[in-house]
Nanobody, 116 residues
Framework: QVQLVESGGGLVQPGGSLRLSCAAS????????MGWYRQAPGKQRELVAG???????NYADSVKGRFTISRDNAKNTVYLRMNRLKPEDTAVYYC??????????WGQGTKVTVSS
């Protein structure tokens, strides 16, 4: 079983930056595909960025060029660096771990508010 704990959210002005972290406990972190999702009020949860066990990444079109996902397998942690934040990036950000047919694991979320 994998437990995920996000951190790093907060209030930031438009144009600012934040780095989210997702720390995983349990075994086998390095073989999980990891993802960051977000859910804004009144909207469905959406994929923001993903990273495979091999390090391949993918991004939502809305964040390409501004957000960077990375992972440190030695620290069992995945990161989301968010630059040039916009008010529309305001949401609760969730970390997700998935591997094949195994159960999918979610963190509890961290809130990001982009506002002046």
């Amino acid at each position: 079983q994998v437990q995920l704990v996000e951190s790093g959210g907060g209030l930031v002005q438009p144009g600012g930056s934040l780095r989210l972290s997702c720390a995983a406990s349990g075994s086998g972190f390095s073989i999980y595909a990891m993802g960051w999702y977000r859910q804004a009020p009144g909207k469905q949860r959406e994929l923001v960025a993903g990273i495979t066990s091999g390090g391949s990444t993918n991004y939502a079109d809305s964040v390409k060029g501004r957000f960077t996902i990375s992972r440190d397998n030695a620290k069992n942690t995945v990161y989301l660096r968010m630059n040039r934040l916009k008010p529309e990036d305001t949401a609760v950000y969730y970390c997700r771990a998935a591997m094949g047919s195994y159960p999918v694991y979610w963190g509890q979320g961290t809130k990001v508010t982009v506002s002046s």
